[in-house]
């Protein structure tokens, strides 16, 4: 099940996310953030754009949301994304899931660029593999450019890959973004009709 993160649900998003913080450099952030700080986030983000959890059997397995890309207005069609799937869940669909959702939520918001900056290494490590990279690939994206060694973490130097992905076509004139709160409900409908 597929549905809109609340600020409750953010001590269980953070056990998800400070295996990836501890243990990887899937994420260059060093510390776990505290419960309310990551709450915050969820507030901030849901602004704006969609935080979306997933669910199975009542457990809370994995979390997708989009961000700002840029601040600058002319960039209102262009978000950033972002996925994490709990470690004893990858490669089982909820990856493909979330992202198939959160697409489906920006394009109701009239988003047309998507794109993800992922952590990538030199030479895989028991810290990083090319895995993200692979997966963004799977779900449609295409790779554009790389800050080399441009992260340190775990006393080794890793590097940022830029994906991006178009989910509709470039009028001369786009509608209007919307943003989430204005469409939430529509697309709670349309994931609740899924279930």
Not at 67 to 75: A, D, H, L, P, Q
Not at 98 to 115: C, G, P, R, V
């Amino acid at each position: 099940m597929i549905r809109t993160a609340e600020e409750s649900d953010a001590e269980k998003l953070l056990e998800i996310y400070s295996y990836y913080i501890k243990n990887t450099a899937i994420t260059f952030e060093w510390d776990v953030p505290s419960t309310a700080e990551f709450a915050a986030r969820i507030r901030k983000i849901s602004e704006k754009y969609p935080f979306l959890v997933a669910e199975r059997s009542g457990k809370i397995v994995g979390y997708a949301y989009a961000g700002t890309f840029n601040e600058r207005r002319s960039c209102d069609w262009t978000v950033e994304t972002s996925i994490y799937v709990a470690k004893d869940c990858r490669g089982g669909g909820v990856g493909r899931e979330l992202y198939t959702a959160l697409e489906k939520a920006l394009a109701m918001q009239n988003i047309i660029s998507l794109n993800a900056c992922v952590a990538y290494p030199e030479k895989e490590d028991e810290y990083l593999t090319a895995n993200s990279v692979r997966y963004h690939e799977h779900m449609g994206y295409r790779y554009v450019g790389e800050f080399h060694k441009c992260g340190y973490k775990f006393g080794r130097w890793y590097s940022l890959v830029w994906l991006e992905k178009f989910i509709s076509e470039h009028p001369q004139t786009p509608p209007n973004v919307k943003w989430f709160p204005e469409i939430r409900d529509e697309f709670e409908r349309t994931i609740a009709k899924k279930r």
